[in-house]
């Protein structure tokens, strides 16, 4: 028989495993951005929109890279 713990214990669990402190202000900050390109979309300035979106796309494709580079970088070599 196994134990559950309650709710609020499982909630407590779960906000320290992902960090809240580290991302939250992050979050918060990203918001008005985000609603300034929607805006601009639905403004019909598509293309003020598209330069705002450039950094974020770029990190974005840099993040890939990094990955992909790292993966590549510690794949383990199968010696026979």
């Known amino acids: 028989m196994s134990w559950n713990p309650p ?28 609603a300034c390109v929607i805006w601009m ?6 293309w003020i929109a598209q330069i705002m979106m450039a950094p974020i796309f770029m990190g974005g494709v ?11 970088e510690f794949k383990k070599v199968r010696r026979r």
Not at 62 to 72: D, G
């Open 62 to 72: 840099l993040a890939l890279v990094t990955f992909w580079l790292a993966q590549q």
């Open 41 to 46: 979309l639905f403004a019909g300035l598509i």
């Open 7 to 34: 709710r609020l214990t499982r909630i407590k669990h779960a906000l320290i495993k992902s960090r809240w402190k580290n991302w939250l202000f992050p979050a918060i900050c990203i918001l008005p951005y985000v």
